[in-house]
């Protein structure tokens, strides 16, 4: 980052979400003590690991903000107007996050020990409390977001074993509070191995995907389509007795043997046929125990020709 040779002008503070609506005196004296500077593309600005003692206002270009390294994809962008630093600038710790140049940038700058000159505008004040509590409410939803992420499988969009395992302890727990049965079903592609071998993984990769676009359209909402591994799901059923479950198992069965072929990114192809064994849960069975009576069906089921409903 190298200091630029300009003056700064009235102009280039109109420029900055900052300050808007900040009194001419007050911007008078800001002028006075903001510096410009440029910085190269891919140049870091800020970086957890070094100390920040300055609030950057942006004016051209673009900046990056990236959470835990800088390889991954950035979590937000940072636009001409905007600032960067307005954390560590008021808390005087390290930056939370890395800042890096997207494109070739102009930046104003401001250094700590002139933060009373920012707190004589009590508008200043209110823009700058603004923005903390937008970037809160950014931070919210990137949790949000990562926790949902978290639950979910990235082939197939299903749910994945950590949900099964956070949703069976609440299912399970309703459904012994009410008196209601709750239900499993273990999914297995059949010959899934030779799918692969003939059609090749990526094939495969889209069959997975169409079991789940496919069975997920025959669940309610209470339950839950799970990718337990590889080319086995489990479907948890609450408040459903045994006798529903084999008939619920019967209709996902049923919906994959009638698909001969399918339309996929890669042309199309031939549609695959699954096993399940169902289970229902029995006084004291936790999750390991239901599953493992599920899949002691499932082995029967494939024992006994594969494309069937056992348990
Ligand atoms: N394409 C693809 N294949 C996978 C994935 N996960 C597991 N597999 C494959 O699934 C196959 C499972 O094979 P097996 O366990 O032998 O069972 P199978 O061939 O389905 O035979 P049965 O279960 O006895 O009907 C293996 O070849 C794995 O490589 C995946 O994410 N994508």
Redesign the pocket.
């Known amino acids: 980052m190298k200091s630029a040779e300009w003056r700064v002008e009235m102009q280039h503070l109109k420029k900055v979400r900052l300050l808007d609506r900040v009194d001419e005196p007050c911007l008078r004296l800001l002028q006075e003590v903001l510096e410009p500077y440029e910085i190269d593309m891919g140049e870091l600005l800020l970086s957890p690991l070094e100390h920040n003692r300055y609030l950057y206002l942006l004016l051209e270009g673009e900046l990056a903000v990236h959470l835990d390294t800088l390889d991954g994809n950035p979590v937000r962008a940072i636009g001409p107007g905007d600032c960067a630093g307005e954390i560590s600038f008021m808390d005087d710790l390290p930056p939370s996050a890395f800042v890096v140049a997207l494109k070739p940038s102009i930046l104003l700058r401001v250094h700590r020990r002139s933060m009373q000159l920012l707190t004589r505008s009590p508008q200043l004040m209110q823009n700058l409390a603004e923005l903390l509590c937008h970037r809160v409410r950014l931070s919210d939803r990137l949790i949000i977001n990562s926790e949902q992420n978290a639950n979910i499988d990235k ?1 197939t969009g299903s749910f994945n074993r950590r949900w099964l395992e956070h949703i069976y302890v609440r299912e399970s727990a309703r459904c012994a509070l009410s008196g209601q049965p709750l239900s499993l079903l273990m999914l ?10 003939r059609h090749g ?5 889209h ?2 995907c169409l079991v789940v676009n496919t069975l997920g359209k025959l669940l309610r909402p209470a339950d839950s389509l799970v990718r337990y ?3 086995e799901f489990v479907v948890l059923l609450p408040e459903m007795a045994l006798e529903d479950a084999r008939n619920v198992g019967e209709r996902l069965r049923q919906s994959l043997e009638d698909i001969v072929s399918f339309q996929s990114p890669i042309g199309l192809l031939p549609g695959v046929t699954i ?1 399940i064994g169902v289970a229902p849960m029995r006084v004291n069975d936790d999750l390991d125990s239901l599953i493992d009576q599920a899949d002691q069906a499932l082995y029967q089921a ?1 024992e006994q020709g ?1 494309n069937r409903v056992c348990g």
């Not at 297995?188 to 071998?197: A, E, G, L, M």
């Not at 993984?201 to 990769?205: E, Q, R, S, V, Y």
């Open positions: 082939l297995d592609v059949d010959r899934f191995k030779d799918y692969n071998d993984h990526l094939a495969g990769d069959a997975l591994g590889g080319e096993s494939k594969r």
